[in-house]
C-alpha cells in the first residue's frame, strides 16, 4: 500500500505540497481566484442593489470588459516598465482591485461608477495575464503541469465549499456591502501571505 501512494505521489508531483513557497503561492492565487470569480458574478446585482438601471449597469459591464481587453494588451508592456516579476506585477493587481472594489462601497453617481469600472477593467486586464505567469515563474518546467493541476484542484473545491456563503451572507444581510467586505478581505490576505514571504527571503538573502 505504501508503494502505491509512493508511486501516486511520485506521478502527481505531491512533493510540490511539502514546499512552503509553493503552498503560499498556490494557496494565494486560489484565494484570489475565489474572490475574483463570485465578484465578477456578483458584480451586476451589487449594481443593482445601488439602484442603477439597467442601461446603465450595461454601460458600465461594457467598460469594465473593454478596459480589461485594453490592459491585457498593455500589461506585458507595464510589466516591463516597472521591471518587476510576475508576482509582484499579479499583486499590484490585486491590491487595485482591492481599492476598485471599496470604492464600491462609498460611491452612487453613474460618472463615479464609470471611473471605477475602468479602475476594474484595469486591474482585471493585469491580473489576466500575471496570473498564468506566477506558478511557471516558481517551479521546474517538468513539474509545472502537476503544480497547475493542483492550484486548479484547490480553486475548485474553494469555490465549491466557500462560493455560497457570500449568497446566504446576502440574504441574511439584505445588501452585498458584507459579501463585498469578505472579498477584499480574502483578497487582502493574498497579498498580506505574499508580502510577508517576500520580506522573510530578503532578509534571509541579507544574512547570508
Known amino acids: 500500500m505504501s508503494r502505491i ?71 506585458p508592456f507595464i510589466g516591463e516598465w516597472f521591471n518587476q516579476p510576475p508576482k509582484i506585477m499579479y499583486m499590484m493587481s490585486l491590491c487595485l482591485l482591492i481599492i476598485s472594489r471599496t470604492s464600491l462601497l462609498f460611491i452612487n453617481g453613474f460618472a463615479s461608477l464609470l471611473i471605477v469600472a475602468s479602475g476594474l477593467g484595469a486591474a482585471k486586464g493585469i491580473r489576466s495575464i500575471y496570473m498564468s505567469l506566477v506558478i511557471p515563474s516558481y517551479v521546474p518546467i517538468h513539474k509545472l503541469p502537476n503544480a497547475s493541476g493542483i492550484q486548479m484542484i484547490v480553486n475548485g473545491m474553494l469555490l465549491l465549499c466557500a462560493g455560497p456563503m457570500l449568497g446566504i451572507m446576502r440574504d441574511n444581510f439584505g445588501n452585498f456591502a458584507p459579501s463585498l467586505i469578505v472579498i477584499n478581505s480574502v483578497t487582502l490576505f493574498t497579498v498580506i501571505m505574499w508580502t510577508i514571504e517576500i520580506i522573510l527571503i530578503r532578509r534571509k538573502k541579507s544574512q547570508k
Open 5 to 75: 501512494l509512493r508511486r501516486i505521489a511520485e506521478y502527481f508531483d505531491l512533493d510540490l505540497l511539502k514546499d512552503p513557497g509553493y503552498v503560499n503561492l498556490m494557496l494565494g492565487m486560489s484565494i484570489a481566484v475565489f474572490a475574483e470569480m463570485n465578484f465578477s458574478q456578483l458584480t451586476p446585482f451589487i449594481l443593482t442593489d445601488m439602484n442603477i438601471s439597467t442601461k446603465q449597469i450595461a454601460y458600465i459591464m461594457s467598460t469594465i470588459a473593454s478596459v480589461d481587453l485594453v490592459f491585457r494588451i498593455l500589461a
